[in-house]
């Protein structure tokens, strides 16, 4: 079994939410760690210790890490949602584990028989501090899966939507919201497998898949539920705000597809490429060079409908069972 560690900014986009009960229920991949990263760290944290134990898994550590970006040069994204529909009280998911992320993330990985995978779903932060307090955990880890990058705006749009190049960046989150981090991430020599945006805005939940999530009577699945309701008006103000038709507002799978990827990889066609980081208009843009010398692995294709009923079956099926202490 894959052995993985998470990475996360839970709270804001449903969406990790969703990969969080994934990796906690699912039988292909051992969750050893989560750690939260941006703007109220803490409180992510809270969110990412309570879906645990609504998973039945209160032997995942979460820990805390940084709100603020490596050089402090941007704002963390908060919208003030994040804990709604999940948090229900103040002490909710306060028993989260006491170290900070990057000690967790460093532990876990000089404690660890095996290379685990890990999984990041959010700003590199955490990631990029932990290589640089102890450059050691480049050479423990068997592969770095990183939620991010756009390398092509007509791709992102799938022949559905018309996506401006300028505004498929911006709907890129995680390596721009702390460029200086994925810098250093880019340049530790991890082996990376870049799972690019523009790719899993190609999955997604629709209304039904949603309402199916809320079918069931589990804590978790209503939680999880709850949290896509209240998700999805906000995001459909947010890509509104950026010239982008209401149709477009859908609970997108990236970080869940993650999770499926670490425990099958024939959830997708990868091969090696050459991906460099450059800013444009006060946005980090992600650019594959054609024949240049490969620096990750990224992802060319990923079998949507199959990941789909991965996800859906799992959280829908595993889940309930974990809740009924099965799991
Ligand atoms: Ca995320």
Redesign the pocket.
């Known amino acids: 079994m894959n052995a993985i560690l998470i990475d ?3 709270g ?2 449903v ?2 939410a969703l ?1 969080l009960a994934l990796a906690a229920c699912w039988a292909a991949v051992d969750l050893r760690a989560v750690t939260t990263v941006t703007t109220n760290p803490r409180l992510r944290a809270r969110l990412a210790r309570k879906l645990m134990l609504l998973a039945g898994r209160p032997d995942v550590a979460v820990a805390a890490g940084c709100g603020p970006t490596l050089l402090r040069t941007k704002p963390g994204l908060s919208l003030g949602h994040e804990g709604q529909g999940i948090l229900e009280n103040s002490e909710d998911g306060q028993d989260f584990h006491p170290e900070h992320a990057v000690d967790l993330i460093v532990d876990t990985l000089r404690n660890s028989p095996t290379k685990p995978t890990l999984v990041c ?2 700003p590199l932060t955490n990631v990029a501090l932990a290589i640089i307090k102890e450059p050691f955990i480049v050479e423990r880890l068997e592969r770095v899966i990183l ?1 991010g990058g756009c390398l092509s705006a007509e791709r992102m749009g799938g022949g559905e939507f018309d996506i401006p190049e300028q505004v498929a960046h911006m709907l890129e ?2 390596l721009n919201s702390d460029g200086e981090a994925a810098q250093v991430v880019w340049e530790a020599g991890l082996p990376l497998l870049l799972v690019p945006t523009d790719l899993t805005y190609r999955l997604w939940f629709d209304e039904a898949e949603v309402a199916l999530i809320g079918s069931g009577s589990s804590p978790l699945r209503q939680a999880l539920h709850a949290a896509c309701e209240i998700w999805l008006p906000i995001f459909r103000g947010l890509t509104g705000g950026i010239g982008l038709p209401e149709t477009f507002a859908r609970a997108y799978l ?2 869940p597809f993650a999770v499926a990827l670490a425990g099958n990889p024939a959830l997708a066609q990868t091969r090696p490429a050459q991906v460099m980081l450059q800013s444009l208009d006060g946005q980090l843009r992600t650019r594959e060079i054609a024949g240049g010398p490969p620096n990750m692995e990224i992802v060319t294709a990923l079998d949507a409908p199959m990941a789909k009923d991965l996800i859906l079956r799992c959280l829908t099926g595993t889940c309930d069972a974990a809740d009924e202490g099965m799991g």
């Open positions: 996360t900014d839970v804001t986009d969406d990790d990969a779903m959010g939620v989150h995680n990236h970080d």
